[in-house]
Protein backbone atom coordinates (compact mmCIF):
# COMPACT_ATOMS: atom_id res chain seq x y z
CA UNK A 1 0.00 0.00 0.00
CA UNK A 2 0.99 3.34 -0.97
CA UNK A 3 0.45 5.26 2.21
CA UNK A 4 1.28 9.03 3.16
CA UNK A 5 4.33 8.62 5.79
CA UNK A 6 3.61 12.27 6.89
CA UNK A 7 0.53 12.58 9.98
CA UNK A 8 -2.66 13.70 8.37
CA UNK A 9 -3.74 15.60 10.53
CA UNK A 10 -0.82 18.47 11.70
CA UNK A 11 1.14 17.62 8.41
CA UNK A 12 4.08 18.67 9.98
CA UNK A 13 5.56 15.01 11.37
CA UNK A 14 5.97 11.45 10.67
CA UNK A 15 2.85 9.22 11.49
CA UNK A 16 4.26 7.05 14.10
CA UNK A 17 2.43 5.43 17.12
CA UNK A 18 4.04 7.89 19.65
CA UNK A 19 2.75 10.65 17.42
CA UNK A 20 -0.35 9.03 17.17
CA UNK A 21 -0.80 8.63 20.63
CA UNK A 22 1.15 11.61 22.19
CA UNK A 23 2.85 14.36 20.87
CA UNK A 24 -0.11 15.25 17.80
CA UNK A 25 -2.01 18.47 18.86
CA UNK A 26 -4.94 15.92 17.96
CA UNK A 27 -4.06 13.75 20.91
CA UNK A 28 -2.55 16.83 23.24
CA UNK A 29 -5.98 18.59 22.98
CA UNK A 30 -7.76 15.39 24.84
CA UNK A 31 -4.99 15.01 26.97
CA UNK A 32 -5.19 18.40 27.95
CA UNK A 33 -8.83 18.06 28.55
CA UNK A 34 -8.95 15.16 30.22
CA UNK A 35 -6.46 16.29 32.82
CA UNK A 36 -3.78 13.75 32.44
CA UNK A 37 -0.64 16.05 32.83
CA UNK A 38 1.59 12.91 32.91
CA UNK A 39 1.44 12.76 28.75
CA UNK A 40 1.03 16.03 27.85
CA UNK A 41 4.79 16.45 28.54
CA UNK A 42 5.69 13.36 26.31
CA UNK A 43 9.90 13.77 25.08
CA UNK A 44 9.88 12.46 20.99
CA UNK A 45 12.75 10.66 21.80
CA UNK A 46 10.85 7.86 24.28
CA UNK A 47 8.44 5.02 23.12
CA UNK A 48 4.76 4.39 23.58
CA UNK A 49 6.04 1.09 25.30
CA UNK A 50 8.30 3.27 27.86
CA UNK A 51 4.84 5.48 28.23
CA UNK A 52 2.56 2.74 29.03
CA UNK A 53 5.35 1.07 31.60
CA UNK A 54 5.80 4.36 33.56
CA UNK A 55 2.37 4.95 33.58
CA UNK A 56 1.23 1.40 34.49
CA UNK A 57 4.26 1.48 37.81
CA UNK A 58 2.61 5.05 38.91
CA UNK A 59 -0.68 5.68 38.61
CA UNK A 60 -3.86 4.68 40.17
CA UNK A 61 -6.31 2.13 38.39
CA UNK A 62 -8.50 4.49 37.14
CA UNK A 63 -5.78 6.41 35.43
CA UNK A 64 -4.68 3.05 33.80
CA UNK A 65 -8.07 2.28 32.52
CA UNK A 66 -8.28 5.70 30.80
CA UNK A 67 -5.13 5.86 29.27
CA UNK A 68 -6.07 2.42 27.33
CA UNK A 69 -9.87 3.50 26.91
CA UNK A 70 -7.99 6.93 25.30
CA UNK A 71 -5.76 5.54 23.48
CA UNK A 72 -8.46 3.47 21.46
CA UNK A 73 -10.62 6.32 21.32
CA UNK A 74 -7.90 8.78 19.57
CA UNK A 75 -6.70 5.64 17.08
CA UNK A 76 -10.77 5.84 16.25
CA UNK A 77 -11.04 9.62 15.91
CA UNK A 78 -8.06 9.48 13.63
CA UNK A 79 -9.61 6.92 11.05
CA UNK A 80 -12.86 8.69 11.16
CA UNK A 81 -10.81 12.15 9.78
CA UNK A 82 -8.64 10.17 7.59
CA UNK A 83 -11.15 7.63 6.11
CA UNK A 84 -14.50 9.53 6.34
CA UNK A 85 -13.34 13.01 6.80
CA UNK A 86 -15.30 13.35 9.71
CA UNK A 87 -13.85 15.74 12.89
CA UNK A 88 -14.98 14.65 16.03
CA UNK A 89 -14.45 16.97 19.12
CA UNK A 90 -11.70 16.23 22.30
CA UNK A 91 -15.39 16.39 23.96
CA UNK A 92 -16.74 13.81 21.38
CA UNK A 93 -13.83 11.32 21.81
CA UNK A 94 -14.38 11.73 25.65
CA UNK A 95 -17.60 10.60 25.95
CA UNK A 96 -16.89 8.31 23.46
CA UNK A 97 -14.26 6.53 26.04
CA UNK A 98 -16.36 6.89 29.04
CA UNK A 99 -19.01 5.58 27.25
CA UNK A 100 -17.06 2.47 26.76
CA UNK A 101 -16.23 2.19 30.36
CA UNK A 102 -20.10 2.01 31.45
CA UNK A 103 -20.51 -0.86 28.68
CA UNK A 104 -17.32 -2.51 30.02
CA UNK A 105 -18.76 -2.14 34.30
CA UNK A 106 -21.96 -3.21 33.50
CA UNK A 107 -20.93 -6.27 31.50
CA UNK A 108 -18.71 -7.06 34.51
CA UNK A 109 -21.57 -6.71 36.80
CA UNK A 110 -23.31 -8.82 35.36
CA UNK A 111 -20.97 -11.55 34.64
CA UNK A 112 -19.43 -11.49 38.21
CA UNK A 113 -23.43 -10.57 39.91
CA UNK A 114 -24.51 -14.51 39.91
CA UNK A 115 -27.98 -15.45 38.97
CA UNK A 116 -29.96 -12.41 39.18
CA UNK A 117 -27.96 -10.38 36.86
CA UNK A 118 -26.90 -12.54 34.46
CA UNK A 119 -29.84 -13.57 33.23
CA UNK A 120 -29.86 -11.00 29.62
CA UNK A 121 -29.01 -7.64 28.49
CA UNK A 122 -32.76 -6.53 28.72
CA UNK A 123 -32.47 -7.04 32.52
CA UNK A 124 -29.60 -5.09 32.81
CA UNK A 125 -29.34 -3.15 36.68
CA UNK A 126 -28.59 0.69 37.18
CA UNK A 127 -24.26 0.02 38.01
CA UNK A 128 -22.19 2.91 39.69
CA UNK A 129 -19.99 5.18 37.80
CA UNK A 130 -16.27 5.25 37.40
CA UNK A 131 -14.05 6.36 40.76
CA UNK A 132 -14.98 9.69 41.74
CA UNK A 133 -17.52 10.40 39.34
CA UNK A 134 -21.45 11.47 40.29
CA UNK A 135 -24.15 9.42 38.05
CA UNK A 136 -27.47 11.31 37.47
CA UNK A 137 -30.36 8.93 35.89
CA UNK A 138 -33.22 11.48 34.24
CA UNK A 139 -36.19 9.86 32.89
CA UNK A 140 -39.77 12.02 31.75
CA UNK A 141 -43.30 10.72 31.63
CA UNK A 142 -45.61 11.90 28.35
CA UNK A 143 -49.43 10.80 28.41
CA UNK A 144 -50.81 11.75 24.72
CA UNK A 145 -53.12 14.77 24.82
CA UNK A 146 -52.21 16.30 28.13
CA UNK A 147 -50.95 19.26 28.75
CA UNK A 148 -47.76 18.74 30.55
CA UNK A 149 -44.99 15.95 30.99
CA UNK A 150 -43.48 14.86 34.06
CA UNK A 151 -39.54 14.57 34.67
CA UNK A 152 -37.29 12.85 36.84
CA UNK A 153 -34.11 13.00 37.97
CA UNK A 154 -31.94 10.83 40.50
CA UNK A 155 -28.11 11.62 42.09
CA UNK A 156 -25.55 9.11 43.15
CA UNK A 157 -22.23 9.40 44.02
CA UNK A 158 -19.29 6.43 42.99
CA UNK A 159 -20.52 3.97 45.98
CA UNK A 160 -24.46 4.20 45.35
CA UNK A 161 -25.61 6.62 47.36
CA UNK A 162 -28.19 9.04 47.15
CA UNK A 163 -27.29 12.51 46.75
CA UNK A 164 -30.48 14.23 45.38
CA UNK A 165 -33.45 13.46 43.26
CA UNK A 166 -35.75 15.63 41.22
CA UNK A 167 -39.44 16.01 40.21
CA UNK A 168 -41.24 18.49 37.54
CA UNK A 169 -44.09 18.74 35.54
CA UNK A 170 -43.30 20.79 32.58
CA UNK A 171 -46.69 22.53 30.80
CA UNK A 172 -47.20 22.28 26.88
CA UNK A 173 -47.75 19.31 24.80
CA UNK A 174 -44.28 17.50 23.65
CA UNK A 175 -43.63 14.27 21.78
CA UNK A 176 -42.16 11.41 23.45
CA UNK A 177 -38.33 12.38 22.52
CA UNK A 178 -39.20 16.59 22.82
CA UNK A 179 -39.55 15.27 26.66
CA UNK A 180 -36.99 12.95 27.06
CA UNK A 181 -34.64 16.07 25.67
CA UNK A 182 -36.09 18.31 27.88
CA UNK A 183 -35.57 16.18 30.67
CA UNK A 184 -32.00 16.03 30.04
CA UNK A 185 -31.46 19.97 29.83
CA UNK A 186 -33.55 20.27 32.85
CA UNK A 187 -31.10 17.70 34.73
CA UNK A 188 -28.19 19.45 33.06
CA UNK A 189 -29.22 22.85 34.31
CA UNK A 190 -29.80 21.31 37.79
CA UNK A 191 -26.36 19.14 38.17
CA UNK A 192 -24.82 22.61 36.53
CA UNK A 193 -25.55 24.77 39.58
CA UNK A 194 -23.87 22.09 42.37
CA UNK A 195 -20.25 22.39 40.51
CA UNK A 196 -19.58 19.02 40.33
CA UNK A 197 -16.80 18.42 37.90
CA UNK A 198 -17.00 14.49 36.62
CA UNK A 199 -20.78 13.26 35.94
CA UNK A 200 -22.15 11.01 34.06
CA UNK A 201 -25.94 11.33 32.74
CA UNK A 202 -27.94 8.35 31.66
CA UNK A 203 -31.05 8.14 29.77
CA UNK A 204 -33.11 5.26 28.23
CA UNK A 205 -34.22 7.49 25.60
CA UNK A 206 -31.54 6.82 22.40
CA UNK A 207 -32.92 9.39 20.44
CA UNK A 208 -31.97 11.61 22.55
CA UNK A 209 -27.86 10.13 23.52
CA UNK A 210 -27.52 10.03 19.58
CA UNK A 211 -28.33 13.52 18.26
CA UNK A 212 -26.20 14.93 21.50
CA UNK A 213 -23.20 13.11 19.49
CA UNK A 214 -24.83 13.80 15.76
CA UNK A 215 -24.99 16.37 13.04
CA UNK A 216 -27.65 18.24 14.33
CA UNK A 217 -30.80 19.21 12.57
CA UNK A 218 -33.49 21.56 12.56
CA UNK A 219 -36.89 20.58 14.21
CA UNK A 220 -37.56 21.84 17.98
CA UNK A 221 -36.72 18.69 19.09
CA UNK A 222 -32.95 19.87 18.09
CA UNK A 223 -33.32 23.43 19.30
CA UNK A 224 -33.32 21.35 22.52
CA UNK A 225 -30.34 19.41 22.03
CA UNK A 226 -28.46 22.17 20.93
CA UNK A 227 -29.40 23.65 24.37
CA UNK A 228 -27.97 20.78 26.17
CA UNK A 229 -24.81 20.36 24.01
CA UNK A 230 -24.09 24.19 24.98
CA UNK A 231 -24.74 23.58 28.85
CA UNK A 232 -22.61 20.36 28.75
CA UNK A 233 -19.62 22.73 28.00
CA UNK A 234 -19.92 24.23 31.32
CA UNK A 235 -18.92 20.67 32.62
CA UNK A 236 -15.14 19.77 33.15
CA UNK A 237 -15.65 15.91 32.02
CA UNK A 238 -19.06 14.37 31.52
CA UNK A 239 -20.72 12.15 29.08
CA UNK A 240 -24.26 11.44 28.24
CA UNK A 241 -24.65 7.70 27.96
CA UNK A 242 -27.62 5.28 27.09
CA UNK A 243 -28.42 2.50 29.05
CA UNK A 244 -31.77 0.49 29.17
CA UNK A 245 -35.35 1.00 30.79
CA UNK A 246 -34.25 -1.71 33.75
CA UNK A 247 -30.99 -0.04 34.94
CA UNK A 248 -33.34 3.26 34.77
CA UNK A 249 -36.50 2.06 37.22
CA UNK A 250 -35.94 4.87 40.00
CA UNK A 251 -35.93 8.06 37.47
CA UNK A 252 -38.79 5.79 35.86
CA UNK A 253 -40.23 6.10 39.10
CA UNK A 254 -39.52 10.17 39.96
CA UNK A 255 -41.09 11.10 36.06
CA UNK A 256 -44.22 9.54 36.82
CA UNK A 257 -44.61 10.53 40.29
CA UNK A 258 -43.62 14.22 38.96
CA UNK A 259 -46.13 14.09 36.20
CA UNK A 260 -49.27 14.46 39.12
CA UNK A 261 -47.68 17.01 40.87
CA UNK A 262 -47.86 20.94 40.69
CA UNK A 263 -44.60 21.62 42.62
CA UNK A 264 -40.84 21.71 41.50
CA UNK A 265 -39.92 18.95 44.03
CA UNK A 266 -36.23 18.42 45.51
CA UNK A 267 -35.22 15.91 47.75
CA UNK A 268 -31.39 16.40 48.92
CA UNK A 269 -29.20 13.76 50.87
CA UNK A 270 -32.72 11.94 52.27
CA UNK A 271 -34.58 9.88 49.48
CA UNK A 272 -38.33 10.25 49.43
CA UNK A 273 -40.31 6.89 50.60
CA UNK A 274 -41.38 6.19 47.15
CA UNK A 275 -38.01 5.10 45.62
CA UNK A 276 -36.32 3.92 48.76
CA UNK A 277 -36.65 0.34 48.48
CA UNK A 278 -35.86 0.94 44.44
CA UNK A 279 -32.57 2.61 45.65
CA UNK A 280 -31.54 -0.30 47.79
CA UNK A 281 -32.83 -2.77 45.25
CA UNK A 282 -30.23 -1.07 42.76
CA UNK A 283 -26.87 -1.48 44.59
ZN1 LIG B 1 0.22 15.20 13.86
Keep these: MNANPICSWCHRHAETPLHVLFTCSF ?23 QVFQQMFNSSSRSKKVMLGLFCWSLWWRRNSWVWDRKIVSAFGVQSMALGLLQEWQSSQEELGGGGRNRASSANRQWCKPPEGWIKVNIDAACHAQQGYIGIGS ?35 LWVREWRTSKCVFEMDAKTVVDAIYGDG ?66 V
Design 217 to 282: GNSYFHTIIEDCVDILHHFHEVVVVFERRSANKVAHVLAQTAYSMTDHMEWIDIAPDFICNLLSDD
Design 154 to 188: VARDENGQFLRASGRRIQGRWKPREAEALGLKEAL
Design 27 to 49: AQELWDRVGMQEVLGVEDTTTVL
